[in-house]
């Protein structure tokens, strides 16, 4: 049971250029959250979804974008990365929002450098 | 403007003994509390959660307190074990989506 799984671990991209942070599950969930941490941080919500085909700002949405066009899968692309972007970015899901204990299951993180 | 507190970023203590880790919240809406536990190059795993209508959950060594009055919460480990150390968050949810605290990172000493 692979769970929440992140790719690419590690990447190094350069100031203006575009990439993207894929995020898979087999849980079935319907919620999933992409989250970034930065050094001595918490983590903070980038974007979320409720289901395929819906998705919602989070707190720090800017420079980014989102797509959930099947259950499984949750990519954030970042365009015209900046070194602001420099971060530990999580991706989680969990079963329905409002009926759960809002446990999450998260990915084991994507560290990405903003050069 | 931080809704969930951690105002300690580190915490040592000895094998064996109690490790009390504490969390502020502000927002008097949140109605969820969890704590995750991180160990390096690992995503934020679950440890335990409590609901606002109780003052105590209890799994295991984990116990988590909650003092709404004070919009307070804390996490205690007893016996505290070398394996335990790692940077443990508290989180708190209004409707499923969750506010982190900072994180606060634990030292076990054997």
């Known amino acids: 049971n692979a769970g929440v799984t992140q790719t690419p671990k590690f990447h190094i991209l350069k100031i203006g250029q575009s990439m993207t942070l894929q995020c898979t599950q087999d849980?079935?969930?319907?919620?999933m959250y992409w989250y970034r941490q930065d050094p001595g941080m918490g983590l903070k919500l980038i974007y979320y979804?409720?289901?395929?085909?819906?998705?919602d700002k989070g707190e720090v949405p800017n420079g980014y974008n989102v797509s959930r066009s099947t259950t499984e899968d949750f990519p954030l692309r970042l365009e015209l990365a900046a070194p602001s972007q420099t971060s530990v970015y999580f991706c989680a899901s969990s079963t329905r929002g409002q009926q759960n204990t809002g446990e999450l299951f998260f990915g084991e993180g994507s560290r990405l450098t903003v050069l | 403007d931080q809704q969930v507190k951690q105002n300690s970023p580190s915490l040592s203590v000895q094998e064996g003994r109690i490790s009390i880790l504490n969390c502020d919240y502000t927002?008097?809406?949140?109605?969820?509390f969890l704590w995750y536990k991180k160990y390096p190059a690992e995503g934020p795993t679950f440890l335990i959660s409590?609901?606002?209508?109780?003052d105590k959950n209890e799994d295991g060594r984990f116990t988590v307190f909650l003092n709404k009055s004070a919009k307070h919460l804390s996490l205690h480990i007893v016996p505290s074990q070398p394996g335990d150390s790692a940077v443990y968050f508290c989180a708190a949810s209004p409707t499923g989506k969750l506010v982190f605290g900072k994180g606060t990172k634990l030292t076990v000493n054997p």
């Open positions: 849980m079935n969930h319907n919620y």
């Open positions: 979804s409720v289901g395929a085909g819906i998705t």
């Open positions: 409590i609901s606002s209508i109780k």
């Open positions: 927002n008097s809406m949140f109605d969820y």
